[in-house]
């Protein structure tokens, strides 16, 4: 089994940065995706942005040009850099990491982002 500890999260002003970690307790050998979601109390968990094998990225249209995903592969630790942080985003963030076999979750890290 595989577990994933997000952290970075805390209270930002509105136009701020945050960078999230996850870190995975161990290597994870032919993972499909790599990615980042997010839950506010009144929304469905919600996909932020992707990873794939290839380093090709996929990010959500209301995200773009203002996050980015990345992985430092040596440390086993998945990354959401964020800028330009407003309300909206406000929400517990999760990363995932998706394989042929297993979909793994972390317990979630609180971003707050006030006005």
């Known amino acids: 089994q595989v577990q994933l500890v997000e952290s970075g999260g805390g209270l930002v002003q509105s136009g701020g940065s945050l960078r999230l970690s996850c870190a995975a307790s161990?290597?994870?050998?032919?993972?499909?995706?790599m990615a980042w979601y997010r839950q506010s109390p009144e929304k469905t968990r919600e996909l932020v942005a992707r990873?794939?094998?290839?380093?090709?990225?996929d990010y959500v249209d209301f995200i773009k040009g203002r996050f980015t995903i990345s992985r430092d592969s040596g440390k086993n630790e998945l990354y959401l850099q964020m800028n330009n942080l407003n309300p909206g985003d406000t929400a517990v963030y999760y990363c995932?990491?998706?394989?042929?076999?297993?979909?793994?979750w972390g317990q979630g890290t609180q971003v707050t982002v006030s006005t």
């Open positions: 995932n990491i998706y394989t042929a076999a297993d979909d793994f």
């Open positions: 990873l794939f094998p290839s380093g090709s990225t």
């Open positions: 161990r290597e994870i050998i032919g993972w499909l995706t």
